[in-house]
């Protein structure tokens, strides 16, 4: 799993927040405590997949353009992590004559296949509106 799924639901819910639900990539990176390159990477693909729009010149920014109480987490995942939790690497040799060896990769793929199901099915039912109702309740 990569950073970015954390991004992309934090500057969501930042956004559900703000007034006008418009923030420029500055006052996301401020807030999620990163380089405001990284958001606007990010925001690009949040913005191809329909979650938000832009707003060019002065008071511009990133418009949310998705309806936080509909919008879950699983379609964020979906758009800008999905196959990140299987590791880039595996253990084993295909050509190897171990059993285990030359079998693990394959084992292990049709787990991580299985867990990010689950995870996906596990996103469905939390929204960007009901992550910003978590952190509303917060001490």
């Known amino acids: 799993m990569n950073s970015e799924f954390?991004?992309?639901v934090h500057s969501l819910v930042y956004l559900a927040y703000v007034p006008e639900h418009m923030a420029s990539s500055e006052q996301i990176a401020k807030n999620v405590?990163?380089?405001p390159a990284r958001i606007r990477k990010i925001?690009?693909?949040l913005r191809k997949n329909g979650f938000v729009r832009t707003k060019e010149g002065i008071g511009g920014g990133y418009i949310l353009s998705c309806n936080p109480n509909e919008t879950t987490l699983a379609q964020v995942y979906r758009a800008v992590s999905y196959g990140t939790l299987k590791?880039?690497?595996c253990t084993g040799d295909p050509?190897?004559?171990?059993?285990v060896s030359a079998n693990i990769q394959t084992v292990m793929d049709g787990i991580f296949a299985d867990?990010?199901?689950?995870?996906e099915a596990y996103l469905h039912g939390i929204t960007?509106?009901?992550v910003l109702e978590k952190i509303k309740l917060c001490p």
């Open 6 to 8: 954390t991004i992309a």
């Open 33 to 35: 405590a990163t380089h």
């Open 43 to 45: 925001m690009s693909c």
């Open 87 to 89: 590791p880039h690497w």
């Open 95 to 99: 050509e190897q004559t171990c059993l």
């Open 115 to 119: 867990a990010e199901s689950y995870f």
């Open 128 to 130: 960007i509106h009901s």
